[in-house]
């Protein structure tokens, strides 16, 4: 006959109650069965994961070299900036905190919106404007740090912070530089990666189009009119954007490095199949002044009324709208390729 010791079965059942309880409140810790938490609560923590990155603020204080080689720290995202160059301007509404900006430079015409800020100065600065607003940041050029240090002094001794930023662009990376800085000292990091990604991906395209061009075109730019005509050469912005779009910078292959004037004999020996204007803002009809120039009939780009005023903004700014100055430029010279 079987012998049970209730005794002991009793007080195994009870163990075995215990360790189901304990089971199923581990269980429920970890969110069930192998630890896996439940979907609800997963999709709870990713929801909580992305709203946490799209509100994060930018991070401050933020350390940086400016374009004359300062060490500037900002120590908390500028609520109120001034800018003191239409490129600068530019840039920041482009990175989207234009409404940050209380004041700008007499020149800056570019968005609409600067139109209507306060001006406080070019090259020379209006010192008690800038004073009366106190912006938590301005940014200047190297003209003003080189010039006006004993002013930028004062800016810094009154609790602005002070920005350099380097203008004096050659090329297509340092545009991409200043917008970085700018971005940096702006909390607009991502914005700026997304902006330079853009310009990057539009002269790539027109790189492009341009790169089966058989026969490059010999093209003479003007910065300025008769008497001193000034022109681009070799180490220049707008040097490299012919070179970009497979066009001959004529100024160069004469030796010209940086700005210089040549005589209207000189430009007359380049035989160029384009010319390119960039002073009609303060000219009258400069096309039609070139092309009626004595001694210039048998200029191809006289013979063949090819010469074109273009904006002076897009083309000699360096700043977002460099792109449109390029793809203005490729239009110009090369239709046949850019026609609709």
Same mark, same amino acid.
């Given at each position: 006959?079987?012998?049970?010791?209730? *005794? *002991?079965?009793?007080?195994?059942?009870?163990?075995?109650?215990?360790?189901?309880?304990?089971?199923?409140?581990?269980?429920?810790?970890?969110?069930?069965?192998?630890?896996?938490?439940?979907?609800?609560?997963?999709?709870?923590?990713?929801?909580?994961?992305?709203?946490?990155?799209?509100?994060?603020?930018?991070?401050?204080?933020?350390?940086?070299?400016?374009?004359?080689?300062?060490?500037?720290?900002?120590? @908390?995202?500028?609520?109120?900036?001034?800018?003191?160059?239409?490129?600068?301007?530019?840039?920041?509404?482009?990175?989207?905190?234009?409404?940050?900006?209380?004041? =700008?430079?007499?020149?800056?015409?570019?968005?609409?919106?600067?139109?209507? *800020?306060?001006?406080?100065?070019?090259?020379?600065?209006?010192?008690?404007?800038?004073?009366?607003?106190?912006?938590?940041?301005?940014?200047?050029?190297?003209?003003?740090?080189?010039?006006?240090?004993?002013?930028?002094?004062?800016?810094?001794?009154?609790?602005?912070?002070?920005?350099?930023?380097?203008?004096?662009?050659?090329?297509?990376?340092? +545009?991409?530089? @200043?917008?970085?800085?700018?971005?940096?000292?702006?909390?607009?990091?991502?914005?700026?990666?997304?902006?330079?990604?853009?310009?990057?991906?539009?002269?790539?395209?027109? *790189?492009?189009?341009?790169?089966?061009?058989?026969?490059?075109?010999?093209?003479? =730019?003007? =910065?300025?009119?008769?008497?001193?005509?000034?022109?681009?050469?070799?180490?220049?912005?707008?040097?490299?954007?012919?070179?970009?779009?497979?066009?001959?910078?004529?100024?160069?292959?004469?030796?010209?490095?940086?700005?210089?004037?040549?005589?209207?004999?000189?430009?007359?020996?380049?035989?160029?199949? =384009?010319?390119?204007?960039?002073?009609?803002?303060?000219?009258?009809?400069?096309?039609?002044?070139?092309?009626?120039?004595?001694?210039?009939?048998?200029?191809?780009?006289?013979?063949?009324?090819? +010469?074109?005023?273009?904006?002076?903004?897009?083309?000699?700014?360096?700043?977002?709208?460099?792109?449109?100055?390029?793809?203005?430029?490729?239009?110009?010279?090369?239709?046949?390729?850019?026609?609709?």
């Amino acid at each position: 006959m079987l012998h049970i010791n209730w *005794k *002991k079965l009793g007080l195994l059942a009870v163990m075995l109650t215990l360790v189901m309880v304990v089971a199923a409140a581990c269980g429920t810790a970890t969110g069930g069965d192998n630890g896996a938490e439940p979907e609800e609560a997963v999709e709870g923590k990713e929801q909580e994961a992305q709203e946490g990155t799209e509100e994060s603020p930018a991070e401050f204080p933020v350390t940086i070299v400016d374009g004359a080689g300062n060490e500037v720290t900002i120590e @908390s995202e500028p609520e109120t900036l001034i800018t003191m160059i239409p490129s600068i301007t530019e840039t920041v509404y482009a990175l989207g905190v234009g409404d940050k900006v209380i004041a =700008v430079d007499d020149f800056s015409n570019y968005p609409e919106e600067a139109l209507e *800020k306060e001006k406080v100065g070019g090259q020379e600065i209006n010192v008690e404007k800038v004073l009366s607003l106190m912006p938590d940041v301005i940014f200047v050029t190297e003209y003003h740090q080189a010039n006006h240090a004993d002013v930028l002094d004062q800016f810094k001794e009154a609790g602005i912070t002070v920005v350099v930023i380097d203008t004096n662009a050659t090329q297509f990376e340092d +545009v991409y530089a @200043s917008i970085r800085l700018i971005a940096q000292v702006t909390g607009t990091v991502e914005e700026a990666e997304q902006l330079v990604s853009e310009l990057e991906s539009r002269l790539a395209e027109i *790189k492009a189009q341009t790169e089966a061009v058989e026969e490059p075109k010999k093209v003479w =730019v003007e =910065v300025s009119p008769r008497p001193d005509i000034y022109t681009p050469g070799t180490g220049t912005f707008m040097h490299e954007m012919l070179e970009a779009i497979n066009a001959i910078n004529v100024a160069a292959t004469a030796g010209v490095e940086g700005w210089a004037a040549l005589t209207e004999e000189e430009i007359v020996q380049l035989e160029p199949d =384009v010319i390119i204007t960039t002073y009609g803002y303060y000219v009258d009809n400069p096309v039609e002044e070139v092309l009626s120039r004595d001694g210039w009939a048998e200029v191809p780009a006289v013979q063949e009324e090819q +010469v074109f005023d273009v904006d002076n903004d897009t083309v000699t700014r360096p700043g977002p709208r460099i792109m449109d100055g390029v793809e203005t430029l490729a239009k110009l010279i090369y239709p046949e390729i850019f026609a609709e």
